[in-house]
């Protein structure tokens, strides 16, 4: 077994893995892996000299604008966790970071790279560092982990300008449909960017119950889905009484794998809050391994969406990278 690489140098979240917080695969389910990465990110912005920066009274705060997680080994009930976290680069008025979360014997949980801007927190426009930060954060700079980078999803293309309309092009699906309630918010009124991620695991057995029962079916397993690997584009803050649609399309099917991407849509405007790829499995709740569908299976899912693929692999990053993101509120 080889060692694993030291810590990162900031101490962020330590705890462990509720009963409560699993899903129908028994382990910790995604969006409480990204409610841990949003304690982190507050721990971070702590270690980084920004007194207080999701409270009420904070001058500034810290806003998600993309997030790239390696979900790389389940957590299991009971489970001893630990996140640690170094600065991996910092612009004029932004940063990314990387928060590392890690079971007892040091094996990598779940990886967090996100960026983020420095933000004032009436309008959340972006304004600069202030130099007892940038000072902080030259003593936390990080390489990326290699258990932290980009293995199946691109990372490095330009944020669409994607729109509910777009996804109806797309040939995506509508699979869930929900409402933001006061407790998904921050101090801020935004809506929490686990809180996001909850509403699409919420819907996704919309979309994949039936595959992941066909994968299975010749086998005699008890199926299950896990995500191995996921980029969020963060676009819009939603607040409480605001509404979401969820659309999703699959991309890519794999020999063990699923790609896919998920449009979260204000159906007020038909702008999107949020949009995500997705690399995801079928695993056997009993034997913890994962389930390769049959040929036959497979051909299936890939008729039935080959016009989705077809229309999704199309798309092209518009030129106006800037406009994909957003701080403010809605």
Known sequence: MSTPPAPLPAPLYQGSVNTWECDDGGHLNI???LERAYIGLAHMAHALEIPRAFTSAAASTLTPLELH???NKEAL???PLVMHGGVIEIGETDARFCLDMRHADGASSSSFAIKVAHTD???FRAFAWSP???EAASRLRVELPAHAKPRSVDVTKTPSDASRDRALECGALRIGGAMVLGEHC???????FDHLMGRVSDSVPNLLAQWRADAAADKGA???GAVVEARYIYRQWPRPGDLIEVYSGIIEVGEKTLRLVHWLCDPASGKLWMSMEVTALT??????KTISPSPEVRARMKSAWSRSRSNLERRRPRPHARAAYCTKAS
Request: charged share 35%; hydrophobic share 30%.
């Open 132 to 134: 007892r930060t940038r």
């Open 283 to 288: 695993f056997d709740t009993a034997t913890r």
């Open 69 to 71: 997680v390696r979900f």
């Open 31 to 33: 969006r409480f892996h």
């Open 222 to 224: 008890a199926p299950a």
């Open 186 to 192: 921050d101090t801020f009124g935004r809506m929490r």
């Open 121 to 123: 927190t009436r309008d």
């Open 77 to 79: 009930p009971g489970a």
